[in-house]
């Protein structure tokens, strides 16, 4: 059974509004958590991470929030790109071990201009 | 900086047949994950490389899967014989510290008919 689910396999915003992915787990002990961005025939690139110490952490345009007792993550894009479309994956880890995170599969977010 | 190659990009092979891919990672990251993303699903684990030691093989499928990782620099992993599941996108990613975050390669996408 999958501990990392994204539920939305794709997700389309107009360009300037804001994009939300969200993302559910089952594990209570991760305790790290990624998202990651991928464009076609490219790796998946670190976007923002979250430690489960914190319930929110924000980069510039992309914030992470964290419902420790929900068990559940979002990303938020504020304001959308048309830059930003790509798939992005939500991970988690035990112990801080990003290198040996579980994944989720995936949410195709497009942007439109 | 280089980032992480792989290579071949893309392979086709026949059921039965062997197949090795090749990871070379950023210079001086002496922490190596491989990963596999199977029919657009999630993406999983494999094994993580410590220099030239194999640091944890969990996620490695069964024994037709073998990697190496001769000297601590580039790493391959062979296929053999490679069945039809084996299909799929593998990635290989690299870290300089034991808990940061892996920088992707962009994956080697096989194909087993």
């Known amino acids: 059974d999958q501990q990392v689910k994204q539920n939305s396999p794709s997700l389309s915003v107009q360009e300037g509004r804001i994009s939300i992915l969200n993302c559910d787990y089952t594990?209570?002990?991760?305790?790290?958590f990624l998202w990651y961005k991928k464009y076609p025939a490219e790796g998946p690139t670190f976007l923002i991470s979250?430690?489960?110490?914190?319930d929110k952490n924000e980069d510039g345009r992309f914030t992470v929030f964290l419902n420790k007792s929900a068990k559940h993550l979002s990303l938020h894009i504020v304001p959308s790109q048309p830059g930003d479309s790509a798939v992005y994956f939500c991970?988690?880890?035990?112990?801080?071990?990003?290198?040996?995170?579980?994944f989720g599969d995936g949410t195709t977010l497009t942007v439109k201009p | 900086e280089a980032g992480v190659t792989q290579f071949p990009s893309h392979s086709v092979i026949e059921k039965g047949q062997t197949v090795t891919l090749r990871c070379d990672p950023i210079?001086?990251?002496?922490?190596l994950y491989w990963y596999r993303r199977v029919m657009g699903k999630e993406i999983k684990f494999l094994l993580h490389?410590?220099?030239?030691?194999?640091?944890?093989e969990s996620g490695m499928p069964n024994n037709r899967f073998l990697a190496e990782r001769t000297g601590g620099t580039y790493s391959t992993l062979k296929v053999q014989p490679a069945e039809l599941e084996d299909s799929g996108v593998y990635f290989c990613?690299?870290?300089?510290?034991?808990?940061?975050?892996?920088?992707f390669g962009p994956g080697t996408r096989l194909t087993v008919t």
């Open positions: 990613a690299s870290s300089q510290i034991f808990t940061g975050v892996p920088y």
């Open positions: 210079s001086g990251h002496d922490n």
């Open positions: 594990n209570s002990m991760f305790d790290y």
């Open positions: 490389f410590v220099k030239e030691s194999k640091q944890d």
């Open positions: 979250i430690s489960s110490i914190k």
């Open positions: 991970a988690a880890s035990l112990n801080t071990n990003a290198g040996k995170s579980t």
